[in-house]
């Protein structure tokens, strides 16, 4: 049954440590095999390594703390376009469409995670914690894929009728 509503949203509990409803959904997504503690640690010492860049960095500019950066890091990730194939007359579109909240948050996770993890050979707390950094400073492979989403999206504005 596609598009079915679960109860998903309602259930979900803030993250212990920061009380973040956020936070705790990317803890989910983070998550494998229901290891839900190994993601906390991982999350959380990533989270610890931000604030320890934060630390050094002299930038009037910069947020004061990580889960900030984590917050600025989703929102400049999150696309606002994108583009859904569309059959019509037997030819198919690349038509360009708005992309609701609940979407853009799951791609920029999706993305986010993808580029942690498409890096190898160090701890995944590391390899969150500069992919959130960068992206909180529009920098970074989860950028770079919502940079192409919205390219794809500006070069098929022509099709933008068909939505």
């Known amino acids: 049954m596609a598009g079915r509503f679960t109860k998903s ?21 983070l998550m494998l095999d229901g290891k839900k503690s190994v993601a906390q640690r991982a999350m959380y010492d990533a989270l610890d390594n931000i604030q320890g860049k934060l630390d050094k960095d002299n930038d009037p500019e ?41 979407r853009q948050q799951s791609l920029a996770f999706r993305w986010i995670l993808n580029a942690t993890r498409s890096e190898k050979g160090r701890p995944i707390s590391q390899r969150i914690a500069d ?16 940079e192409q989403t919205h390219r794809m999206a500006e070069a098929n504005k022509a099709f933008a009728h068909f939505a």
């Open 62 to 102: 910069a947020p004061k703390d990580s889960i900030e950066v984590f917050r600025r890091a989703i929102d400049n990730v999150k696309p606002f376009v994108e583009v859904r194939s569309k059959r019509i007359g037997g030819a198919n579109y690349q038509v360009p469409m708005q992309v609701t909240r609940k």
């Open 9 to 29: 949203a309602e259930q979900l509990r803030p993250d212990p440590k920061f009380n973040d409803l956020v936070l705790s959904k990317f803890i989910n997504c």
């Open 131 to 146: 992919e959130l950094y960068a992206a909180a400073r529009r920098e970074g492979k989860a950028m770079n894929t919502r």
